[in-house]
């Protein structure tokens, strides 16, 4: 009989800003392809320094900390790249599948054929530029997709949600 246990798991991938500025959305999403995993939420965020400082918050008192959220935030790369591309798989062995293609953390140390290895560098300011994030455990996960996407944005509840009324206020639409 096949082994037909399953490990549905969820995992973030950012495609950071110099992944973008290489015009590399398409190659990395046709690699992700190949996972079979399924995408169940995508969007392009202008990311702030709250939101760079809360993903990171395990690295605070690491000395590259300033240096890492302006990567973040695509600083260094002019407005047309201060954006990051954010997406949620799904699919069994999920995080293990996307950290695998994405290769190690240091892009000199990652596999050749790795996404990190491939196409990352170490700047001469010492900042790991490695084109994408993937989460690493799903605990990591859990609090990186609740940090970077509400429920509406992705297409099941991942996670347990509730209903609650918030208080009345302005909401941009389209004028026309
Ligand atoms: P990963 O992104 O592989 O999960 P991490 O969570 O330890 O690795 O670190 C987050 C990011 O911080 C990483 O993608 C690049 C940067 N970083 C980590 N260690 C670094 C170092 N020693 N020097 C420079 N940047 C580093
Ligand atoms: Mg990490």
Known sequence: MPNTNKNIQQTLVLIK?????????????????????????????????????????????????????????????????????????????????????????????ADATSIRGAFGRITTKGVFENVIHASANPEDAEREIKLWFQPEELVTDLYPTKTVTSSPKEVKVWAS
Request: charged content about 25%; overall charge positive; hydrophobic content about 35%.
């Open 17 to 109: 800003p110099d992944g973008l500025k290489k015009s590399l959305t398409g190659n990395i999403l046709t690699k992700l392809a190949e996972t079979r995993l399924c995408i169940m939420g995508a969007k392009v965020v202008q990311v702030s320094r709250e939101l760079a400082t809360c993903h990171y918050q395990h690295l605070k008192d690491k000395p590259f900390f300033g240096e890492l959220i302006e990567y973040i935030q695509g600083k260094p790369y002019g407005p047309d790249y201060q954006r990051v591309m954010a997406l949620v798989y799904q699919g069994n062995d999920a995080i293990q599948k996307v950290r695998q293609l994405a290769g190690a953390t240091n892009p000199e140390e």
